[in-house]
């Protein structure tokens, strides 16, 4: 099975909950491809395995999405000491591909019990979600896409991603909180998607303007573009491990810089 057919079959499982639900990550980043203000590189989207689910704080789930998911092939795997604990739904261990999906929601608040208990993660519909900082913004505005038989699915199946700006600002803000590795890979997909919506940086800019900023705190604003100076100002470590990333191209670092700073300066702007 190929990584298109199990994303396929997940998008399929969760179909009755589509409008509750957006699918974040670099399973985004490699969906944005699909809608039509992207213009598609001739080089292959960055791969991951899993698929990372959102869904908002207050969403009523109706149903039970764990029974869905462990009906159609997928297995659970619970992790770490949070209660309740992490989950992840592997596609069963016959299945080549190693794909599996997660699910996440916003951390709103200190992110604690009054007591001090860390409230890490939320049970909703049978599955059990991280949260996660800054997650919200994802859930603004998202867009809508749709899987063709190019990806294994017949009929066609709709769902949402974020929204290429709210995608890329989350990004930004989370950048000092992320591992080494990932950092790194948030700069890329950062660098990707502006590259891939070039052409429309005007539109992504009233994105900013009408969505995205309306609704960001005025700390969250400044932070952000403290970020973004920070992390394209000038060259460093970080950037040159994202452009070491792709083994199918030569990316020149100082390049990769230069247009993401140019770019975000336009529509943050």
């Known amino acids: 099975m190929n990584d298109r057919a199990a994303f396929a079959r997940l998008v399929q499982v969760l179909s009755p909950?589509?409008?509750?639900?957006v699918f974040v990550g670099g399973w985004a980043h490699?969906?944005?491809?699909?809608h039509p203000m992207a213009e598609a590189p001739a080089y292959p989207p960055l791969a991951t395995l899993d698929a990372d689910v959102a869904f908002a704080e207050r969403e009523r789930l109706e149903g039970n999405i764990k029974a869905q998911l462990l009906a159609a092939g997928f297995e659970e795997q619970l992790m770490g000491n949070h209660q309740p604990p992490v989950s992840q739904y592997i596609l069963g261990k016959d299945e080549p591909s190693g794909f599996y999906a997660e699910f996440l929601t916003p951390m709103t608040g200190s992110g604690r019990t009054r007591?001090?208990?860390p409230l890490a993660t939320v049970q909703s519909a049978g599955?059990?979600?991280?949260?996660?900082?800054?997650?919200e913004l994802l859930?603004?505005?998202?867009?809508?896409?749709t899987l063709d038989a190019d990806w294994g699915a017949e009929p066609p199946l709709d769902l949402r991603i974020p929204n290429p700006v709210s995608f890329i600002v989350q990004k930004l803000l989370i950048h000092d909180q992320r591992l080494?590795?990932?950092?790194?890979?948030?700069?890329?997909?950062?660098?990707?998607?502006?590259?891939?919506?070039?052409?429309?940086?005007d539109k992504l800019g009233a994105i900013w303007r009408e969505c995205v900023r309306e609704a960001m705190h005025e700390r969250w604003?400044?932070?952000?573009?403290?970020?973004?100076?920070?992390?394209?100002?000038r060259m460093n470590d970080r950037i040159r491990d994202a452009a070491a990333i792709p083994p199918d191209r030569s990316l020149n670092p100082a390049r990769m810089r230069a247009m993401c700073l140019a770019a975000l300066d336009e529509i943050l702007g």
């Open 127 to 135: 599955i059990t979600a991280q949260r996660l900082r800054y997650l």
């Open 30 to 34: 490699r969906l944005y491809r699909l």
């Open 115 to 117: 007591t001090g208990r």
């Open 221 to 233: 604003v400044r932070d952000l573009m403290q970020a973004k100076d920070s992390v394209f100002g």
């Open 139 to 145: 859930l603004e505005g998202p867009w809508t896409v």
């Open 17 to 21: 909950w589509k409008h509750q639900l």
């Open 180 to 201: 080494a590795d990932k950092k790194a890979q948030d700069l890329l997909y950062i660098h990707d998607t502006l590259e891939l919506f070039g052409p429309e940086l």
